[in-house]
């Protein structure tokens, strides 16, 4: 079954202590992607990967980081949790292509952040 | 950047009542993806359709790309069809392959 798997699905934290959200797909995906949801604000994307080892910003980077070291896996690293970063998380996969290729996003289940 | 506009904002039916909701955007894209959010936050894939109709059980989708909208229509509304319908939209290059969200229409379904 094909899937996007996120955990944990539930997180509370502190201010300042790092964690890490993992994500990871069966699908053989090259690209790969971080939103956030926030109230009145929809979902906006944190950062993508085209690739191993490609890695870049999305619309709202600051304050989070990324790494591919493997096709199937895409972290996403708090280093310093801030209040503000309290929000739901979604990892997405996709086959990476242009020109009307099928380029179906699959979406995880969601972590909910909750910064205190 | 691209503009994705959903319409209404939300929406209560009574169950057994049939909806249309509707998306609009402001350039080409190669790629639109109808999702539900339910309760409980998850984001479930209900239609791949950048051009064309689509139908799944009861629900359907068209997108005229030409005229830059596309429709979702559910029929015989359920309670279980309630939560977040969202557009989303990738632009016509496909160089990213990120998604453009609309701000969604809240659905609820009254039994």
């Known amino acids: 079954e094909a899937q996007v798997t996120q955990n944990p699905r539930y997180l509370i934290t502190v201010t300042g202590k790092k964690l890490t959200v993992t994500c990871s797909q069966n699908?053989?995906?090259?690209?790969m992607s971080w939103y956030r949801q926030d109230p009145g604000l929809g979902l906006r994307q944190i950062y993508y990967s085209m690739n191993v080892e490609v890695t870049d910003k999305g619309d709202v980077p600051e304050g989070y980081k990324v790494s591919r070291k493997e096709k199937r896996n895409f972290p996403l690293i708090l280093e310093s949790p801030s209040p503000n970063q309290t929000s739901l998380y979604f990892c997405?996969?996709?086959?990476?292509?242009?020109?009307?290729?099928?380029?179906?996003?699959?979406f995880g289940a969601g972590t909910r952040l909750s910064v205190l | 950047g691209i503009q994705v506009e959903q319409s209404p904002p939300d929406l209560i039916l009574q169950e057994g009542a049939n909806s249309t909701l509707r998306c609009n955007f402001s350039?080409?894209?190669?790629?639109l993806q109808w999702f539900h959010q339910n309760p409980w936050g998850q984001l479930i894939n209900l239609f791949y359709?950048?051009?064309g109709t689509k139908q799944n059980g009861r629900l359907s989708a068209t997108t005229v790309a030409t005229e830059r909208y596309s429709l979702l229509y559910i029929s015989s509304s359920q309670t279980t069809d309630s939560g977040v319908y969202f557009c989303a939209v990738e632009r016509g290059s496909g160089a990213t392959n990120k998604l453009i969200f609309g701000t969604g229409t809240l659905l609820a379904v009254q039994p």
């Open positions: 350039d080409s894209v190669n790629n």
């Open positions: 699908m053989n995906h090259e690209y």
């Open positions: 997405a996969s996709t086959t990476h292509g242009t020109g009307g290729t099928k380029n179906i996003q699959y």
């Open positions: 359709i950048p051009s």
